[in-house]
């Protein structure tokens, strides 16, 4: 399956620790968060990768670049063509598409429409987090609900908030710390089918513009995951998952276990 990756935001909030650096390029363990996520598809079959750019599209660029990526001839002006070849011989199709500076994740979907055309399912990731979610297991869930439109992974919130619970008169009746508290977060892994496409209104959003209209009509699946999984939105994500790394205790690092066999991976995704 294609994976759509959103690579043109700002990243304001990890600005003290990036620099001028896109946020997908910040490197946790000397391996960046777009290498990564992509080695976390890769992993599992996924090779063929588009890149929505915005923000520090020149960088994201060079990055493949200095990778060894090898640049092919395109007709199109605002995207370009690379294939990678990794360790053990396989290869990375990459399509590097400008999207705009300022464009919003839903806008920057629909600008890549005709390079999922086809796709009977689409992957699709905000490119800033990381996660062990065993991902067959999300594809099989859409693929046993041909009804569903969109998958989003349900995870728990990694940041150290307490919830308040209280009544009509303000008496706090329970404080809940973030692991233990009945709250689930958008996790940013994302499974898509093209008529997604029919629910992207010209000027909207993903999340906050077409997904609403999902969920009214019963068409957008939610797909718990309790295991490992932390955004990298901030200077303290980052020191958090520097520290994982540094003890060995990597979960994400999923690429590093022997890979799933063709077969497995059919079995898996369409049980």
Known sequence: MKVVLFCGGFGMRMRGASGNLPKPLVSVGGISLLDSIMRYYAHYGHTDFVLCLGYGAEAITEHFRRMGGEFLPTLSPEMQAVRLRQDGGTWWNVALVDTGLRTSIGQRLRLVERYVEGEELFLANYADGVTDLRLPEVIAAMSARPAMVAAMTAVRPSQSFHYLRY???????????????????????????QAIFRYLEDGEDLVDGSFPRLVDEGRLLAYAHDGFWRACDTPKDLEVLEAAHAAGNAQWEVWRDAPLAPAALLQTSYR
Do not use: E, K, Q
């Open 167 to 193: 009544g009509r008169d303000g008496a706090v009746s329970a404080i809940d710390d973030s692991p233990t508290a009945d709250l689930r977060i958008n996790g940013g892994f994302f499974v898509f089918r």
